[in-house]
């Protein structure tokens, strides 16, 4: 398949800049994947949709405040790092801006709290720092990191909480696996209320979640990797869902990456741990999952094309297009989906 053969026109003002005050306030598209027929809903409406039968699983994930200014100790500019992957305990490979101030043996001083040295400069241009500090590096960085959020929103995220799940637990992603924005602890609850069967995954997300497909044969695109682990109460809950019939329903694309990367063919999770580079497009068979929430993806990427594996590309190309029409809030702070 061709990566133009999932474009899309999206006017940027869709592009939603900012969470909405309430977050299960956001609108709800209901697309079935058989008949391609359209609902238009709102995301606290999923209460009603779902019952003892279904089985939501969400990603944990906590976004690291992994945006950071240095000032470069011989020249006093100051220079951009967004921390990408941890590689030992004062080490970690990170995207620089900009990168001509940051070559090797460079040395820079984080707001007086640490210290890095740029020990490396990786084919792909990312770099690699050797961090030196007192104290705990994760508080650190939450004192004087920012959210990472994407560039295509251009206004200032007045709380750091708004890119956060509100059951975000381990530390370690990149981005907000934002499928998960609009759940309130309310709305969890009121899912538990019903008998909604609730488990938990964790898969720390990328920037490669960013990344364009630059190649025009989609299969020639190759995947970032992205650490993962499912538990063994989350692996039972699946099982045990799966045996009576009920349904799977992943709450965004990172839930669903990394379920379809564990599951045997017949559909089984284990408890297990790993680095997931599945690529799911038109043609993949599903073992594990049967329905997905997910929001509304950007032209062209690897997100849109896992939708469309599900639903089918006409499907989904017609339902993006009737969101545009009526105006859905698109991308990480827009609006939802629900593709049963």
């Known amino acids: 398949m061709k990566k133009s053969d999932f474009y899309f026109d999206l006017p940027d003002s869709l592009i939603a800049q900012h969470p909405l005050e309430q977050r299960d306030a956001s609108r709800l598209m209901v697309l079935d994947k058989h008949s391609g027929k359209i609902e238009h809903r709102h995301f606290y409406d999923l209460c009603d949709m779902l019952g003892e039968n279904d089985c939501l699983i969400l990603n944990d994930t906590r976004v690291l405040p992994a945006r950071i200014y240095g000032t470069k100790t011989q020249t006093g500019a100051v220079v951009e790092f967004l921390l990408l992957k941890q590689l030992g305990a004062q080490s970690w490979e990170c995207l620089v801006k900009p990168g001509k101030k940051a070559r090797e043996g460079a040395s820079f001083d984080f707001s007086g709290k640490m210290q890095g040295t740029i020990s490396k400069v990786l084919e792909n241009g990312n770099r690699i720092i050797d961090f030196s500090f007192e104290g705990n590096f994760f508080n650190l960085l939450e004192e004087i990191g920012s959210m990472p959020i994407p560039p295509y929103i251009k206004e200032k995220l ?139 993806h950007l032209p062209e990427s690897t997100l849109i094309m896992l939708v469309s594996a599900l639903a089918g590309r006409e499907n989904v190309l017609n339902a993006y297009a009737k969101a545009v029409e009526e105006q859905y809030r698109f991308f990480s702070f827009g609006d939802a989906m629900f593709i049963q």
């Open 158 to 296: 007045e709380d750091n909480e708004r890119y956060q799940t509100v059951y975000s637990k381990y530390l370690g992603s990149a981005a907000a696996p934002t499928a998960g924005l609009h759940f309130t602890e309310d709305m969890l609850n009121r899912l538990k209320d019903k008998g909604v069967k609730i488990g938990f995954v964790t898969l720390h997300v990328g920037l490669g979640t960013f990344r364009p497909v630059k190649e025009e044969n989609i299969e020639d695109h190759l995947m970032h990797s992205e650490h993962y682990c499912i538990p063994q109460e989350t692996a039972a809950l699946i099982r045990s869902v799966k045996e009576k019939g009920g349904r799977i329903i992943a709450v965004g694309t990172t839930a669903c990456r990394t379920l379809e990367t564990a599951a045997q063919e017949n559909g089984v999770v284990e408890a297990c741990e790993g680095d997931s580079k599945i690529f799911i497009y038109p043609g993949y068979h599903f073992k594990c999952i049967d329905a997905l929430i997910t929001n509304f």
